[in-house]
């Protein structure tokens, strides 16, 4: 079968494509997977931490471990556009590589740390250097693919991260069993420092397989860098030419690229759905939050550590699963609509137990899973939809998507202290 190009017409040679793609797959998709999940995986250790020792070693309270999250997403906020600027200008093999060194280094000093004040500095240091890599490996995916081939490989890219938070609490559960008190190191240490050594295999990955863009990666031959660069369609060209990482001759320069952005602003400001998907998915993000509160809430209720963390992974599996399966019913149904309804009228059932906080534990559990499974189940079906109707302009939807996960992560900066926050002594028992 051949493939052309949308607008071009161009002819590939299937076979020499296939083997592009087997190439990208192994070396972009493979680095994008792992890092994501590591990614999540370091984002959910500090939970983990917390209820395995952190908070009785080094006396900290709720109030200070909701700060902990707040500070992060200020410096994730903070960093987030001027990273992917900084991208535009540099190598993607030198630059994203370089982000899992500093985490490594920053987790590696989660470690050591032996104040709440230490933990301030490293957790604003982590967010602003990890706030460049998940926007980054997007664009740079979709540098490389075609339209037809990234649905698949983003949902690869969403359930690594989640099987990252997934795999945190068994970690630590691990590291508690068997690493506490090795050598005078406490277990919740231990896991950050195996995070901090599974970032620098990840970085070193990245540094020897990673590769830039089409016009420039190094281990590319001829033949696979001129199918690369002809399967870019026009609005992948115009951005690369735009941002100045893509040379054509006779090019127009910057200026009509800063007009189109312009452009784009104006027609995002005037779209009128693009309020209502800001709306939904804050919304949607707030709430979701409540599931962040399990593996705390267990140990409040009087379970062990190694329990308390146990209890999240099973949560965090079937989200997983309900997020696939939803997916995948909506592709087939062609509809948005009830594949985000029906999970969160769920959601809405278990939202409403949380509210109440049921017991016994048995029944809050489950109404934890329930609110998890609906929510997670659509996000990725929100996002969607969102890219579907917004608008046919590539730039306009960009534009949209980045503006929905701004205003979300925004909500961040105050939600855990007044929607989630995380008391000093349980007001229950099992």
């Given at each position: 079968m051949n493939n052309q190009d949308d607008d071009h017409h161009v002819w590939i040679d299937p076979?020499?494509?296939?083997?592009?793609?087997?190439?990208?797959?192994?070396?972009?998709?493979?680095?994008?997977?792992?890092?994501?999940?590591?990614?999540?995986?370091?984002?959910?250790?500090?939970?983990?931490?917390?209820?395995?020792?952190?908070?009785?070693?080094?006396?900290?309270?709720?109030?200070?471990?909701?700060?902990?999250?707040v500070l992060f997403m200020a410096g994730y906020l903070i960093?987030?556009?001027?990273?992917?600027?900084?991208?535009?200008?540099l190598r993607p093999s030198i630059y994203l590589p370089s982000l899992e060194l500093i985490w490594c280094i920053l987790t590696l000093a989660m470690a050591c740390v032996q104040s709440v004040n230490q933990i301030y500095v490293i957790r604003?240091?982590?967010?602003?250097?990890?706030?460049?890599?998940?926007?980054?490996?997007?664009?740079?995916?979709?540098t490389w693919y075609t339209k037809r081939e990234l649905g698949k490989r983003m949902a690869l890219l969403t359930i690594c991260g989640s099987f990252g938070n997934g795999i945190s609490g068994v970690i630590q559960a691990m590291m508690l069993k068997t690493m506490d008190g090795y050598a005078g190191i406490s277990g919740w240490r231990w896991m950050f420092v195996f995070d901090a050594c599974i970032t620098a295999l990840l970085a070193w990955f990245g540094r020897k397989y990673l590769p830039d863009y089409p016009h420039n990666t190094t281990w590319l031959n001829d033949k696979e860098r001129d199918i690369a660069m002809r399967r870019m369609n026009d609005d992948t060209s115009s951005k690369l030419h735009d941002s100045g990482l893509l040379v054509v001759p006779g090019g127009s320069g910057t200026t009509s690229g800063r007009e189109s952005t312009m452009d784009s602003v104006r027609k995002l400001i005037r779209n009128k759905y693009l309020y209502l998907f800001v709306l939904g998915w804050t919304s949607l993000h707030l709430s979701i939050g409540a599931a962040h509160t399990l593996g705390i809430m267990a140990k409040k209720?009087?379970?062990?550590?190694?329990?308390?963390?146990?209890?999240?992974?099973?949560?965090?599996?079937?989200?997983?699963?309900?997020?696939?399966?939803?997916?995948?019913?909506?592709?087939?149904?062609?509809?948005?609509?009830?594949?985000?309804?029906?999970?969160?009228?769920?959601?809405?059932?278990?939202?409403?137990?949380?509210?109440?906080?049921?017991?016994?534990?048995?029944?809050l559990y489950a109404s934890y899973i329930c609110m998890h499974m609906g929510l997670g189940s659509i996000t990725s079906i929100v996002m969607t939809w969102a890219s579907e109707i917004i608008s046919r302009d590539i730039e306009v939807?960009?534009?949209a998507i980045a503006t929905m996960n701004t205003c979300a992560s925004i909500m961040w900066l105050w939600a855990p202290l007044v929607l989630w926050p995380v008391t000093d002594a349980p007001r229950y028992r099992k």
């Open positions: 076979k020499h494509e296939k083997n592009l793609l087997k190439r990208l797959d192994k070396r972009l998709l493979g680095f994008a997977m792992l890092g994501n999940m590591v990614k999540a995986l370091d984002n959910s250790n500090l939970g983990s931490a917390f209820i395995s020792g952190m908070e009785e070693e080094l006396h900290l309270t709720g109030l200070q471990y909701n700060w902990m999250t960093m987030q556009i001027p990273s992917n600027m900084l991208l535009s200008k604003v240091l982590l967010g602003l250097f990890e706030a460049g890599f998940f926007p980054g490996i997007v664009f740079l995916i979709g209720l009087g379970f062990d550590a190694v329990t308390a963390n146990l209890l999240t992974t099973p949560d965090i599996l079937i989200t997983m699963f309900a997020g696939l399966c939803n997916g995948y019913i909506s592709d087939r149904m062609r509809s948005r609509f009830w594949c985000i309804i029906c999970p969160a009228l769920l959601a809405f059932f278990g939202l409403t137990m949380l509210s109440r906080f049921v017991q016994p534990f048995e029944l939807r960009a534009l």
